[in-house]
């Protein structure tokens, strides 16, 4: 938007004010407002539209206006890391800020693993079928998006999970918080553990913390202070499982830091957890009269499926360009700018540009300029895995499906590595008179089983639910879907091998990192970095205008 001319000013700082989404520059300091050096004009437009006081970066962007122009940020890669960063520069650009913002996705769609399949009443997720509450980031976008609405939890009527050892099914004990225990007379009754298992379990309560904050493996911490029994039974299958990682080389550090935060606090992780559950109940807020507002379950996701929440992403930015199937060929440092340069050799400028696509990806395009960057990258590695959702006829369907679903341990030498079953957990994604069951195949243990073709992985899955289950009826519905090499692996040194990434881009001021592959690997974790790398980003060129104070 250009400067009216009366506001034009050789004063070397300008101030500003907004109403009703008109922007006006004051060439003095608000505070000292009004001035003799304004024209009766300018005082009475000052008295209308009095000076109000904007945050950094916003006021920083708006003081460039006739002296830098507009200034442009392309993000590289349209999943929900990409899609985040956009949204909050959307966000500047909706209150004032001289941004110009486009998004480049290789694909036909956007969303990256997040893919919602819509059918007959069916919701099919090809990728992640919800988010962890806990982590708040996810459900505040939701609700910027319009979607606080669409917000649904599990379902609280069928809670149970199992665990498939022994050659059976066997809930999982109440009060049993990942793998700690928190409540005595469940854990001691369980069958899940044997008794050497569980006194094994219970000296966590005498075993000293760990000296040093050095990083250490998942299946190395679990084995020191919960012993061999809880890692195989419990740590392997649930937590590792969470990543599609083998639990001797993830990174406790990377992946569950509070296991660590609270051997440290608590020196036990069993005293740590109780003194948890205690301060929440403490601080729980109480229900007014009137309230029938249900707190948020633990994992949650929108009514028709996470797509809801790719496409309103997209429709809620209407300023910023998202363009599909333009894949990024190259990056080019030219002087401050960047050029990036696409498949079909079309050249587009940016002042900054943000790499929300997979590591190795990454490394490919930083390679002929920052060789150490790419080589840096090139360490995060990925692992294949493929889900098999299944839908059958309710009617004389042969389980239950009491519960959420089962994971499956490595010791019990299977070929899945859990099973969901969707219509308990999500009702609405099913309808009346059909039940749908979804299937977890391959990961850095497994990952050949994944690697196999649609037909033979269905046939495999159908296979192994037969045996675990006792499912002899067809499916109506089968829908198998890859997700070749795009699982991260946050290995032992994690952490710093990401500190060292951003050391070495530092000398590559206006390149900025983003997605799963760095500081988190859930959607929440996700949608936090495309927006604070988004917020990096447009600090950064705040920093660079000529007119930033």
Known sequence: MPCPSYFKSPFASLRL?????????????????????????????????????????????????HNAGMKKIAIIG?????????????????????????????????GGKIATERFDGFVVERGPDSFISQKPAAIQLCKKLGLGDRLVGTNPDRTKTYVYTG????TMPDGLSLMIPTKFLPFALTPLFSIPGKIRMGLDLLIPKKRGKADESLASFVRRRMGEEALQKMAEPMLAGIYASDPETMSINSTFPM???TEQKYRSLILG?????????????????????????????????LGEMVDAAIEKSPDVKFRANAKVREVVRDGDEWKLILEDGETVEADAVIFAIPAKLS???????????????????YVSTATATFAY???????????????????????????TWTSSKFPHRTPEGYVMLRCFVGGAVQEDLAEQDEDAIAEMVKHELRDLMGIVQEPVVAKVFHNKKSNVQYRVGHAALIDSVYSALNEFPGLFLAGSAYRGIGI???????????????????????AAV
Not at 81 to 109: K, M, N, P, W, Y
Not at 370 to 379: H, M, R
């Open 17 to 65: 004010g907004v109403r009703a989404e008109v922007l006006f520059f004051y060439p003095v300091d608000p505070v000292k407002l009004p001035s003799p050096n304004l024209s009766q004009r300018e005082r009475n437009l000052i008295e209308e539209f009095p000076p109000v006081k904007i945050p950094a970066p916003i006021a920083r962007f708006r003081q460039t206006c």
């Open 78 to 110: 349209g999943g929900i890391a990409g899609l985040a960063a956009a949204h909050r520069i959307q966000e500047e650009i909706t209150s004032g800020a001289s941004l110009e913002c486009v998004v480049f996705e290789g694909a036909d769609q956007f």
């Open 167 to 170: 050659k059976k099914l066997v």
């Open 259 to 261: 296991f660590v935060q």
């Open 273 to 305: 957890m109780l003194a948890r559950k205690r301060q929440m109940l403490m601080h729980k807020p109480k229900a007014k009269p009137g309230n029938n507002h249900q707190p948020f379950s633990l994992f949650m996701t929108l009514k028709n499926g």
């Open 363 to 381: 490394a490919e395009l930083l390679k002929p300029f920052a060789p150490k960057v790419a080589e840096l990258l090139q360490g995060i590695k």
């Open 393 to 419: 006829k309710k009617e004389g369907f042969s389980h239950s499906l009491n519960g959420f679903g089962f994971v499956v341990p490595k010791a019990e030498k299977r070929k899945i590595l859990a099973c």
């Open 524 to 546: 929440p974790d996700c949608i936090q970095n495309g927006t604070q790398t988004a917020e990096a980003a447009i600090d950064f060129l705040a920093g660079k205008s000529p």
